[in-house]
């Protein structure tokens, strides 16, 4: 179906009404549309919630052919294909999930060009099979799904789409368009590189979202924490919360139940049945909570999720920014709740360096890091600094301007002049190492710095440190505090296996004097941050 470009414009926008039931496009959609409508290639970064699938969805009814989607959520294709049929759309799958009869179906629709969409999964393209049977068909378009997953240093690589590289090559006329939630340029020029793009568009999306609250709060008590932030904030609504174990979301799940939360549990560990009930239970009811690993979520489309809560620090900002992403799809008021602690930070990094990969994958992990914690630990607001990481600017225009939407917006963290007890703490690391040759984690340099005669104190002898008890001016929490801005502000490092803490090369002007350290002020214990009730 050729046409001039008004001609098609205008079918794609019936399309959208007649098939879709939407009135218009949204954001950058009409223009990715097309574009690939009139056979060019393209490279969209929208946020999640967005409306990617339109971008190739409708192209794929336009154009005569088949439009062939990639894409690694092989649970969901069932659901996406189902949606599509209901709407009139001639859709189907091949997967593992089918037989082999059911898969001979498929493949005869589409040879007999009865299929608008084909979903399949990326390994699937590794077989000559379903290479032989895509060039016996007509293929109208390459829709590549979660793009990122091509990218070898960011946080969710699939070796499988290494090889979606061949389909610009074995077909070079079919146009492709590769789209994804993940907007760091390093990801962008990954998937541009390693899918050959070079020649493709670029469409990328605003990765404002307005309507989400961002708050990171210090982690003390979380579960108790999290209760207080959903009875107080969140009563009645749907939500996800995260935790990194498996044992941590069975037990968070059962600790809500008995609070009188309806929660389920959701993670790798679950059978599918129980997984899929879960799962079908969070999209149909209106308020259940899932306590989820980050296994839940990639591709579900519940618009009315009220809030994200994390118990656990991400990984990554990019983890951070997809899963909060989750929350608030309708466009409604909606939160983003993190509670993260020094103890989160050890645990990452142990996972890093006892983690497969080589010295590189290591560094790249530790910088993904880095720049999580500094989001938790900046007194900026927090959606300029996370827009700023994407390359972007918010929708208020420059990028320092404050969102007046976030918990450092809402509350301004007071700082405060940490200089001096950030001397304290890093002579304390120094002298352990100068005079003892020891390395010691958090908790002992604390415990050092408040005088404490603890039994490992005083088996280790750190009493006659003269560094002993000269923090009596800060609690413990205030140190904890103090430790991890200094870890997030890279005066401060965490080494191997258990956390110990040793200096890095910005350490030595703190020391000598030479540098102001402005530390944030934690808000104070179990106070909903984001409200100032009058005290
Ligand atoms: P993404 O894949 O970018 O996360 P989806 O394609 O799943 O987003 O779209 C998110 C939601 O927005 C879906 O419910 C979709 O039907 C809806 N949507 C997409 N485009 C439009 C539009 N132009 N008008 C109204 N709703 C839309
Ligand atoms: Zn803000």
Known sequence: AEGSGGASETAALRVLRKVFGYDAFRGRQEAVIEHVAHGGDAVVLMPTGGGKSLCYQIPALVRSGTGVVISPLIALMQDQVDALRALGVRAGFINSTLDFDQRRVVEAEFLAGELDLLYLAPERLRLEATTALLERGEVSLFAIDEAHCVAQWGHDFRPDYLSLSMLGERWPEVPRVALTATATRATHQEIVQRLGLEQARDFVASFDR??????????????????????EEHAGDAGIVYCLSRNAVERTAEFLCRSGVEAVPYHAGLDAGTRAAHQARFLREDGLVVVATIAFGMGIDKP???FVAHLDLPKSVEGYYQETGRAGRDGEPSTAWLAYGLQDVVQQRKLIENGEGDVAFQRRARSHLDAMLSLCETVRCRRAQLLEYFGQESAAGAAQVACGNCDTCLT????????????????????????????????????ILLGRKTAKVIQFDHDALSVFGVGAELGEGEWRGVVRQLIAQGLLEIEGEHGTLVLTDASATVLRGEREVRLRKDPVPDRASGSRSGS
């Open 304 to 306: 009315d999720v009220r």
């Open 210 to 231: 307005p309507n989400i609250q961002y708050r990171i709060v210090p982690k003390r008590d979380p579960k108790k924490q999290l209760l207080r932030f959903l009875k």
């Open 412 to 447: 301004p963290p007071e700082s405060w002049d940490g200089t001096v007890p950030a001397q304290k703490a890093l002579s304390t690391v120094v002298r352990l190492k100068r005079e003892r040759g020891q390395k010691f984690g958090s908790g002992q340099i604390v415990d």
